[in-house]
Structures are given as C-alpha cells and as structure tokens.
C-alpha cells in the first residue's frame, strides 16, 4: 500500500467527497435526498487510497455496499479494491469507523438484499438491468468492539 489518495475521474464523485469530508457530511451527503457515506478502499493495483461515496445501508454495527453500479455490466472499481483489501474506513458524518468488507451468500445475502432494498429503491431495476450479472452485496463489519475510532 502507498499512502498517495487518488481522487476518482469522476467529477462529481471527486467533488461530493472534497464537500463531504470538509463539512463532515452536512453538505454533500445525499444522493436524491437519501444519505450516504465516505467508503476508503486501497485500490486493488495500485495500492492508491481511493473514495467513493455509497448509499449509507446500516443495520445493527453493519455497514452494507452493494456493488450495483446502477445496473452496469461489470462491478464498480471500489467492489475490486474490498475483495483485494478488506480493510476499509466508512465515513458517517462526522464519525470514522474502521471495518472489514466481506460478501455477503446465500440465504445471507437475500436478507441484505431486504435491507439495502428499504434504504434505495433503485436496487430492484438495477438488479434487473444487470441481468446477468450478479451484484455483490459487501457487508462492512467493525474490527474490534466498538468498530469506531475518531479521525
């Protein structure tokens, strides 16, 4: 792993994770009116830090990213970088958890499915627009009995 953070191509991901991390999350923590949260991955070739913003899905201490791509035929680059590098921070607001990404299975993963499915109506088109594909569904875990530490 370097310690050199890679900002995404992406304007508008680069942008709402610059205006997330400045405020905390009190501006640019939604995504149509429904929050999310700061995912940093190692980059699974580069061993760059990386940043998405993803759907904040919690149930319980769990953390779910689902790897949705809003449907697109392959899996978003962040997807790559938990399988490679399970260790992961999760900006909450202002809060920074430290967690470890696994894959959801079976019966497992169609409860999370349930889940995910409350928080962003968008999963079941996506889910079919995939077609396919089947999408990841990666729960976040604490590492140790709280699973959060104050950045």
Do not use: C
Request: hydrophobic residues 35%.
């Amino acid at each position: 792993m370097n310690d050199t953070y890679e900002p995404s191509p992406s304007d508008r991901v680069r942008e709402q994770v610059a205006l997330y991390e400045a405020t905390d999350g009190r501006e640019g923590g939604t995504l149509e009116d429904r929050p999310v949260v700061i995912l940093t991955t190692i980059g699974a070739k580069t061993g760059s830090i990386r940043k998405n913003p993803v759907m904040r899905i919690k149930e319980g201490d769990t953390y779910v990213a689902v790897a949705s791509a809003a449907g697109a035929p392959s899996h978003p680059a962040w997807y790559r970088n938990l399988v490679a590098h399970p260790q992961v921070t999760l900006q909450d607001g202002a809060t920074v958890y430290h967690l470890r990404a696994r894959e959801a299975q079976g019966d497992e993963k169609a409860h999370w499915w349930e889940v995910a499915e409350r928080f962003w109506p968008h999963f079941p088109e996506y889910r079919a627009k995939a077609g396919s594909r089947e999408i990841p569904v990666m729960l976040l875990e604490p590492t140790d009995a709280s699973g959060e530490e104050r950045s």
